[in-house]
Nanobody, 123 residues
């Protein structure tokens, strides 16, 4: 079981930036594909970005491509999500997730989830 703790959320104006962090409590962090999902009120949880074990493979939702960047530091057991040019429609609770599968954008691939961090973008 992997424990995940997100941080870095907050309130930002449209066009601004935030960087989310997720620290994993596991000895073999490098064996996990990591991902970020988000869930807005009244909507289903949706894929944002994923990164492979060594960071060589990444994938993004079309809605964030070119604005968000996922990265990881295996020495610190941490995955990041740099979010630039934020829009009001990016407002959601952002969740970190981990899986031993290769990069996957499906919620069902991930058995380990954090508690989430709120991101609110004002217009």
């Amino acid at each position: 079981q992997v424990q995940l703790v997100e941080s870095g959320g907050g309130l930002v104006q449209a066009g601004g930036s935030l960087r989310l962090s997720c620290v994993a409590s596991v000895r073999t962090f490098g064996a996990y594909t990591m991902a970020w999902f988000r869930q807005a009120p009244g909507k289903e949880r949706e894929f944002v970005a994923t990164i492979s074990w060594a960071g060589g493979g990444t994938s993004y939702a079309d809605s964030v491509k070119g604005r968000f960047t996922i990265s990881r530091d295996n020495a610190k057991n941490t995955v990041y999500l740099q979010m630039n040019s934020l829009k009001p429609e990016d407002t959601a609770v952002y969740y970190c997730a981990a899986t031993t599968l290769y990069v996957c954008s499906n919620v069902g691939c991930y058995g380990n989830w954090g508690q989430g961090t709120q991101v609110t973008v004002s217009s």
